[in-house]
């Protein structure tokens, strides 16, 4: 079992509706929960960063951490074309260290 | 506002040469990460140092070594190139604030091995 699982993708929403993107970890003591977005061929972009459960919101996007069920999500609301990119979960180990990365979802938002 | 600088963005290399990449944090942060990332894969660690101290250490092969210096810029050399160490490398800056370690990363440098 991968430390940090996404599904692959790609998820398709269309223009103006909610992108709902998942990640699960597995090490139950992880404190520090973020999501990049990444274009092809650049690098991470910080989006998001969560380290209490509950929900997070930051302008059109909202991270909820649930650490009894270990599982982390991300929703952009009112999606656009231009959010279309790789979503990457990452876990930080508590040495703080090192990030763990989820494998990505690629979203695809369509006009 | 100032975010990671990496040199050179482009490098090419013939096997078994030899590459230097460099890494500038961004001001005021104290810890370096280093990641490669190959194609259709996720970013994977290689190494971290805190205040010039190496932190960490991931699946950085033999042949690669790094260091920061006292200005905390780092360095990130590679030795005996491999057609197979083709990738992006990045190096992220944060500051260590437990547990807030927000990593932001530079441009990263593309490396073709050929």
């Known amino acids: 079992q991968k430390e940090v699982e996404q599904n692959s993708g790609p998820l398709s929403v269309p223009e103006g509706a909610i992108a709902s993107l998942n990640c699960t970890y597995s090490d139950r003591v992880s404190q520090s929960f973020f999501w990049y977005r990444q274009y092809s061929g650049k690098s991470p972009e910080l989006i998001m960063s969560?380290?209490?459960?509950g929900d997070k919101e930051d302008g059109r996007f909202t991270a909820q951490l649930n650490k009894a069920s270990q599982y982390v999500s991300l929703l952009i609301r009112d999606s656009q074309p231009s959010d279309s990119a790789t979503y990457l979960c990452?876990?930080?180990?508590?040495?703080?260290?090192?990030?763990?990365f989820g494998g990505g979802t690629r979203l695809m938002v369509k006009p | 506002a100032a975010g990671v600088i990496q040199s050179p963005r482009h490098l090419i290399k013939e096997k078994r040469e030899t590459a230097t990449l460099k890494c500038y944090p961004i001001?005021?942060?104290?810890?370096v990460y280093w990641y490669q990332q190959g194609p259709g894969q996720d970013p994977q660690f290689l190494i971290s140092?805190?205040?010039?101290?190496?932190?960490d250490k991931g699946s950085i092969p033999d042949r690669f070594s790094a260091q920061q210096f006292s200005d905390y810029h780092s360095e990130l050399n590679m030795s005996s190139l491999e057609l197979g160490d083709s990738a992006l490398y990045f190096c992220a800056s944060s500051l260590f604030i437990l547990p807030y370690y927000e990593q932001y990363f530079g441009p990263g440098t593309r490396l073709t091995v050929t």
């Open positions: 969560i380290y209490s459960n």
């Open positions: 140092f805190y205040e010039k101290m190496q932190s």
């Open positions: 001001p005021r942060h104290d810890t």
């Open positions: 990452a876990v930080c180990n508590n040495a703080g260290n090192m990030l763990t």
